[in-house]
């Protein structure tokens, strides 16, 4: 069965540096999402894209979130400039129909 | 009026017993109810949706409950297993908004006793 796959498993990074999350969605997905879930807390939505556009964000997406569908399978969430609040797991899901959200295992960001 | 109420923040149950899980939300606009699974250090898994239209929907042990009216759904597990002992994510959409993005409840951590 098809799943989404996301890279690293695990990321720590200093603050104030730049990371790169990596997705890759299920091949005839159209739909694509970053949520990001602090530990103990709820998932929260970050970002959709469709049509090789941002649909909308949250107001935790600001200009140092960015996103990208670089080659038409991996879908990516840039952090330009890291802070230790943005220390969560972070989850790619991608979807074929406007409704159903298929979740990858999560990357685990820790800004130290 | 974004929110979803999740309750209860845990529960604990014994083998074979039913789970029941609750879920409130505001916004009358939300025409898609999921309920995803979460065992530690996993993503969310889908278990089972429904929509406004209609008042239940079973697959296998797990059902959904739908009250409109009071704008509340429920998960049910019947006859539950240690197996699953995870953390249950309630969450809503609007699937006509053109994002489709989900509003989570905060979580309920069930635990099944053997």
């Given at each position: 069965e098809p799943e989404v796959t996301q890279t690293p498993s695990h990321?720590?990074?200093?603050?104030?540096?730049?990371?790169?999350?990596?997705?890759?969605?299920?091949?005839?997905?159209?739909?694509?999402?970053?949520?990001?879930?602090?530990?103990?807390?709820?998932?929260?939505?970050?970002?959709?894209?469709?049509?090789?556009?941002?649909?909308?964000?949250?107001?935790?997406?600001?200009?140092?979130?960015?996103?990208?569908?670089?080659?038409?399978?991996?879908?990516?969430?840039?952090?330009?400039?890291?802070?230790?609040?943005?220390?969560?797991m972070y989850f790619c899901a991608s979807g074929r129909l406007q409704e159903t959200q298929y979740f990858g295992p999560g990357t685990r960001l820790l800004v130290l | 009026q974004q929110q979803v109420k999740q309750s209860p923040q845990s529960l604990i149950v014994q083998k074979g017993g039913i789970s029941i899980i609750n879920c409130a939300y505001e916004n009358t606009a939300f025409d898609y109810f999921p309920w995803y699974q979460q065992f530690p250090g996993k993503g969310p898994a889908l278990l089972i949706a429904i929509r406004p239209d209609v008042s239940e929907k079973k697959e296998g042990r797990f059902t959904i409950s739908?009250?409109?009216?009071?704008?509340?759904?429920?998960?049910?597990?019947?006859?539950?297993?240690?197996?699953?002992?995870?953390?249950?994510?309630?969450?809503?959409?609007?699937?006509?908004?053109?994002?489709?993005?989900?509003?989570?409840?905060?979580?309920t951590r069930l635990k099944v006793l053997a």
């Open positions: 990321q720590v990074t200093q603050m104030g540096q730049e990371v790169i999350l990596r997705c890759v969605p299920i091949s005839n997905h159209l739909y694509f999402y970053w949520y990001r879930q602090i530990l103990g807390q709820k998932v929260e939505f970050l970002v959709s894209f469709y049509n090789n556009e941002i649909s909308e964000k949250s107001e935790i997406f600001d200009d140092q979130f960015s996103v990208e569908r670089p080659d038409g399978s991996n879908f990516t969430l840039k952090i330009r400039s890291t802070k230790l609040e943005d220390s969560a | 739908f009250n409109k009216s009071a704008k509340q759904f429920s998960l049910h597990i019947m006859d539950s297993q240690p197996g699953d002992s995870a953390t249950y994510f309630c969450a809503a959409s609007r699937t006509t908004s053109g994002t489709y993005k989900y509003i989570f409840g905060t979580g």
